[in-house]
């Protein structure tokens, strides 16, 4: 039986809700390696001090479900 795109953006909102809690934890979680990956790279010792402060500096902002809902209805529906 097929889905009406509301039913489909209903339950995309509701698994994209149910993921942002644990988007925060992955994304602290990933600092380290962010600046690790970074520091491999041939890049002089400032720019990556530079690089490694701006990610201890990041906060992370957790997305928004509806404007996700609101975008992806609008993406499918053309």
Do not use: C, H, I
């Not at 990556?48 to 906060?59: E, H, N, R, S």
């Amino acid at each position: 039986m097929a889905r009406t795109l509301d039913e489909m953006v209903s339950k995309g909102r509701a698994k994209f809700a149910a993921k942002v809690p644990v988007m925060k934890a992955n994304y602290e979680a990933a600092k380290g390696r962010m600046k690790t990956n970074y520091g491999a790279l041939p890049f002089g010792p400032r720019t990556k001090a530079a690089y490694g402060a701006g990610v201890d500096a990041a906060v992370y902002t957790a997305p928004d479900a509806d404007k996700w809902a609101r975008n992806w209805r609008a993406r499918v529906a053309q």
